[in-house]
């Protein structure tokens, strides 16, 4: 495996269930991103860690909860959504943060059907 | 507030330049990128410009005014696979990435 890569590509969930979605670089970066894209509307920074640890979080919901277990993983817990929250869920990461000029790789997403 | 504004579509020919247009404003700067996304797929680093003037390469340049808080990309010889999003995104003081929604390019033969 090369880059960013996010599992499950696909997921469906009703409102009261416990999901994850699971993001893995194999870049060596430092940080990590989770990003929300809805339709028509710019990326939602949700979530960064650097080195592990918790950087960023603004202001989302607790319904949504993170988890980086190692440099290299990211997690995104999910339960009680709402179907607003349906969206293209995208992992990100970049060689270090708070850094100019370093891009972020992005991994191919997980769209998300809340019913 | 901070605020990032591209046109949300524009269509070209195949074979013809198109100039796609960003404005930005945010809580200090440190850098402008533009990422490409093809339909259902992950956005992909196209440009970075931190200095005035225009960065080519390839077929793809993009050029940075910081004075008036404006950026374009241009993309020439338009191929078919050029068909995509364009995303603009302004790098604020805080190392944070602002993005615009994206412009939706259509090729047409």
């Known amino acids: 495996e090369t880059g ?14 416990k999901k994850s979605l699971k993001c893995e670089q194999h870049l060596g ?20 860690y650097s080195l592990e640890e918790r950087v960023e979080n603004n202001s989302v919901p607790s319904r949504f909860s993170p988890e ?36 972020q790789f992005f991994g191919p997403g997980t769209r998300l059907t809340v019913l | ?41 992950a956005p992909t680093f196209l440009s970075y410009n931190v200095l005035d003037g225009l960065e080519e390469k390839g077929r793809f340049s993009s050029f940075l005014s910081r004075s008036k808080g404006y950026s374009y990309l241009l993309l020439k010889e338009l191929q078919m696979k050029d068909s995509a999003s364009y995303l603009c995104a302004s790098m604020d003081s805080n190392y944070q990435l602002i993005w615009g929604a994206g412009t939706k390019l259509i090729i047409k033969p």
């Open chain 2, 1 to 41: 507030g901070q605020n990032i504004d591209q046109p949300t579509e524009m269509t070209a020919t195949e074979g013809a330049i198109v100039q796609i247009n960003c404005t930005y404003q945010t809580s200090g700067f440190n850098g402008l990128f533009w990422y490409q996304q093809h339909a259902g797929e």
């Open chain 1, 29 to 48: 970066h430092n940080a990590m991103y989770w990003y929300k894209q809805s339709a028509k509307k710019p990326l939602e920074l949700m979530f960064v």
């Open chain 1, 4 to 17: 960013v890569t996010q599992t499950p590509r696909h997921l469906v969930m009703g409102m009261t269930n």
């Open chain 1, 68 to 103: 980086c277990p190692n440099s290299s993983h990211l997690f995104l817990h999910l339960h009680t959504l709402q179907p607003e929250d349906s969206a293209l869920y995208l992992c990100a990461s970049s060689q270090d943060f708070q850094r100019g000029g370093h891009e």
